[in-house]
């Protein structure tokens, strides 16, 4: 096992627990399913969303079925990834699978021991709400806009 390939799956491993650790706090030490909304400051508040879909609420899985089906899904997206990661050399496409990994995983713990995904994390500006959402869902966006950075703006080798 590469150096690279152990620092991103140590990184994965820190987002998920940093996941769990920010959905523990919010379920069961400040109980937001039950208090609704803390507003933190002008601009952001803890919300408490219940995600049965994807990311920014697509695709709504309001039955077993559904959110097996997106269980599955997000395994085999996530194997894919893993398989990726473990022949990735560049380390900044390393880390950025490994942050879409562990948020992967922080999300698939959800659905199984909820049924939908803790969300909680809410900008908002006057009458603008942005969407509410957690430490995993963050991490995939980053993950991913740092894959999309690498493959627009890193020089490409030739093949001729």
Do not use: C
């Not at 987002?15 to 959905?23: A, E, N, Q, V």
């Not at 194997?79 to 879409?100: G, I, N, P």
């Not at 963050?138 to 703006?153: E, K, N, P, Q, T």
């Amino acid at each position: 096992m590469t150096k690279t390939l152990k620092q991103a799956l140590g990184l994965s491993l820190v987002i998920f627990i940093l996941d769990r650790l920010s959905k523990y706090w919010v379920l069961n030490i400040i109980d937001l399913p039950t208090v609704g909304r803390i507003d933190i400051l002008p601009f952001f508040s803890l919300t408490m969303v219940w995600n049965k879909g994807i990311s920014l609420g697509l695709f709504q899985a309001d039955d077993d079925v559904g959110r097996y089906f997106l269980i599955g899904l997000t395994a085999v997206i996530t194997v894919v990834l893993l398989v990726w990661l473990w022949k990735e050399t560049k380390l900044l496409v390393a880390f950025a699978l490994a942050m879409v990994i562990g948020g992967a995983l922080g999300n698939i713990w959800d659905r199984v021991h909820y049924g939908a995904v803790a969300d909680f994390l809410h900008f908002h500006v006057s009458n603008y709400s942005f969407y509410v959402f957690n430490v995993a869902d963050s991490a995939i966006s980053l993950g991913v806009v740092l894959m999309l950075w690498d493959a627009l703006l890193s020089p490409q080798k030739s093949t001729k």
